[in-house]
């Protein structure tokens, strides 16, 4: 074998002869991922009030492993939004990098001076995702992730709202990605089921809602963890971020119902 480091594991060429790289193909048609392999899965979002709530867990799967157990997919745009990523974890350090891009851009033009209305906020920054998603769809290449935008418009209202690979968006007083848009919304959608339930939900229980929500999911989703990063964007206020969260009051005594279950006898 070759010992030299830059041709390590392959044959001698002066034994075997030149490597042959005809077969490699490189002049065949360029591909994109069509299939994720490193995911996270549901996001959860609830309006109340004054602000919102948004909380995803921690966990990154390898298919079905649970491999990585610190990602933390919130992300903190400004003291108006937060984002919060479902789907392929790579794609989402890249939109990740991209929102750094944008963010050091807008702060290189505007001044110490300029009044906070003039910051991007939730209903800009999901209008600009939008477009990035739209694009990278319409090249064949698309962002493989479900995007939560929590935050507040331009009139200091609460904002929620979603945008998906294909540039797909809707707003709503409640939203969930993955598993959590069929066993987190019905949930939601008991206490919040329009955007006047909304304008009298508290904190307090805005807050429990979605902790109820990300406990139900750690129940039934295989793909997610108890560890849970939760915040809350409000008005005059800072983000209130936090990243290590773990579910409290857990109980299994529900699956002893379930049939099938252990000895249970069908």
């Given at each position: ?130 477009k990035v998603m739209y694009k990278r ?48 919304q019905p949930i939601l959608r008991r ?63 529900f699956a002893e119902g379930i049939r ?7």
């Amino acid at each position: 074998m070759e010992h030299h480091p830059q041709a390590w594991g392959r044959p001698r060429d002066d034994i075997y002869g030149a490597y042959d790289h005809s077969y490699l193909q490189t002049a065949g048609p360029k591909s994109h991922t069509q299939s994720p392999t490193v995911t996270g899965t549901s996001v959860v979002a609830v309006k109340y009030k004054d602000g919102v709530v948004i909380a995803a867990d921690n966990l990154a799967s390898y298919g079905s492993l649970a491999r990585f157990t610190d990602v933390k997919r919130l992300r903190r745009y400004n003291r108006k939004v937060v984002l919060g990523f479902g789907g392929d974890v790579s794609d989402m350090q890249h939109l990740d990098r991209t929102l750094d891009s944008l963010s050091v851009r807008e702060n290189y033009s505007t001044s110490h001076d300029t009044p906070s209305s003039a910051e991007l906020h939730a209903k800009n920054l999901h209008t600009y995702l939008q477009k990035v998603m739209y694009k990278r769809r319409s090249d064949f290449n698309p962002l493989w992730n479900v995007i939560l935008i929590a935050g507040l418009d331009g009139e200091e209202k609460p904002f929620l709202a979603s945008v998906d690979l294909l540039g797909t968006t809707f707003t709503s007083p409640t939203l969930a990605s993955g598993f959590g848009s069929m066993l987190a919304q019905p949930i939601l959608r008991r206490k919040v089921p329009d955007e006047e339930a909304a304008s009298k939900l508290e904190k307090d229980e805005a807050i429990e809602l979605v902790k109820e929500c990300m406990k139900v999911l750690f129940y039934r989703d295989a793909r997610s963890m108890d560890q849970y990063s939760i915040a809350v964007v409000a008005q005059g206020q800072d983000v209130e971020m936090k990243q290590n969260e773990k579910l409290e009051k857990q109980s299994w005594a529900f699956a002893e119902g379930i049939r099938g279950y252990g000895t249970q006898v069908a």
